[in-house]
């Protein structure tokens, strides 16, 4: 009689749900809104309530879950059905309805929700939705067809003053925008301390007390984001939230070109960002020169940097090597040329000598093999033709530095700039970045006044002063 009135339960709930499924804008209709989880496999697809794709009996096609997570987590149960249309299902928990049908049976649970494919939701997990018995149920002629999953949840929020919100860990794709932050059980007397990475967040966070929202997520954004809050006492509370951004590899370059000189070591350096795991490899002329075992080529990894070493560069090791950054988002590479050349010319200082007709500019060079000539181009500001000097070069360099220097004879007051490029064994430097200087013109010297010398201006000072005391002795001549 008991397994009647289930039955007879069951059918009125399945007749409930054809002739009275609410419309999308009435009360009650399960929305299914984006959700956000740790990995981007547990993000499904919105389907059809009942999935009927053949012919045959009912069925449950979701395997169990046994989810162990913190406190503040969201986690989805599934329960795939197939050929189950107008066939009531349930979900309990510990025995007891959570849903019949998609009637949410315990009013105050606002942590629960379900999908159109009849997933269930829980938000904001705590210690008091651990349990090993959450069934999804369909009966069909008096049979129960059932898939149990479980949940364990550590560190209840309940006991705790501050936790993450909306969760400790969010994954996101490049380019996603998310809120979150940190919810305390008391009001903070400052406002709440952000960092990451042992810094204030400064990239493209906006934050907003105890809350920061990113737009446009990039791999900078990937990290773990503190937060520091004070209750007034002397007690400091901090809770994290860990923030991955899924992103195809992105390649920086210190140095796209490396200077060396045969028999020397090389360390070409890529940094290399992005999630999942991205692996790294290294290649010249296609080869791919990773899995070469032996003294002469060195890898190197650490966090995000990775390095390529030479031992005792040889003249066929020159060339163009890349650098290969491969994850289950895509592939990218970035080129390192290996050179014999000099490094590009830097000007180091203007000179000018006492009387005006020399003027001097001075550089250096980094070479690991002597250089041999120098052309040096300047011209006025402004126009078009480039004059050509070849200035001597001198062998005083200082370990690999190389230091020169050329005199412009009487040349024109105005504004100029150069241009300079060094050679060696290997070939010509790229040309400098273009250096302006000025040649000023002198200030006229004021002429002396025809007939009074140099001392004029000290003589007549003391000539007024004399015939002053003539006229003075005059007078006191007169009045006696």
């Known amino acids: 009689m008991k397994t009647l009135n289930i039955v007879v339960l069951f059918a009125l709930i399945s007749t409930a749900q054809v002739y009275g499924r609410p419309d999308k804008y009435d009360e009650g209709f399960i929305e299914d809104t984006p959700q956000e989880y740790d990995d981007d496999d547990d993000i499904d697809t919105v389907e059809k309530d009942n999935k009927d794709t053949s012919s045959g009996p009912p069925a449950i096609l979701s395997k169990p879950i046994n989810y162990d997570v913190e406190a503040g987590q969201t986690v989805e149960f599934p329960c795939e059905r197939i050929n189950a249309d107008n066939i009531a299902a349930a979900w309990k928990k510990d025995g007891t309805d959570l849903f019949i049908g998609t009637i949410l049976v315990p009013q105050h649970k606002t942590n629960i929700k379900l999908r159109q494919n009849y997933s269930l939701i829980i938000e904001n997990v705590t210690k008091a939705d651990s349990s090993s018995n959450y069934v999804c149920e369909i009966l069909s002629g008096g049979n129960s067809i059932k898939v149990i999953h479980s949940l364990r949840v550590d560190n209840d929020w309940m006991d705790r003053l501050i936790r993450p919100w909306p969760k400790k860990s969010i994954h996101i794709n490049e380019g996603d925008s998310i809120k979150f932050g940190c919810e305390t059980k008391f009001i903070p007397t400052k406002e709440m301390k952000w960092s990451l990475k042992g810094e204030r967040p400064h990239f493209n966070e906006e934050i907003n007390g105890n809350y920061i929202t990113i737009k446009k997520a990039t791999h900078k954004n990937h990290g773990h984001y ?31 070109t490396v200077h060396t000189g045969l028999g020397m070591n090389a360390t070409l350096t890529c940094k290399v960002y992005g999630h999942p795991h991205v692996r790294v490899t290294w290649s010249k002329n296609g080869e791919n020169y990773s899995d070469k075992k032996n003294k002469k080529f060195i890898t190197e990894s650490k966090s995000h940097e990775h390095k390529f070493i030479i031992k005792h560069v040889s003249q066929n090791d020159l060339g163009i090597y890349k650098c290969i950054a491969t994850n289950s988002k895509g592939t990218v590479e970035g080129e390192i040329k290996l050179t014999g050349t000099p490094a590009t010319p830097k000007f180091i200082a203007n000179t000018i000598n006492d009387d005006d007709s020399t003027f001097t500019l001075k550089w250096h060079v980094e070479s690991f093999s002597p250089i041999i000539e120098y052309t040096l181009e300047y011209r006025k500001i402004n126009e078009e033709q480039w004059s050509l000097e070849k200035p001597k070069v001198i062998k005083n360099n200082v370990g690999y530095i190389y230091t020169a220097e050329y005199s412009f004879k009487n040349l024109e007051p105005n504004k100029y700039e150069a241009v300079l490029k060094a050679q060696n064994a290997f070939g010509w430097s790229e040309r400098s970045s273009i250096h302006s200087f000025r040649k000023e013109i002198l200030s006229e010297k004021p002429e002396n006044v025809e007939g009074m010398n140099s001392n004029a201006s000290t003589t007549q000072p003391l000539t007024v002063l004399a015939a002053l005391f003539l006229v003075v002795v005059s007078f006191v001549t007169i009045r006696l």
């Open 226 to 256: 503190q937060c520091l809050a004070e209750d007034g006492t002397d007690r400091l509370y901090d809770e994290s939230v860990d923030i991955t951004v899924n992103s195809s590899p992105i390649i920086e370059l210190s140095h796209d």
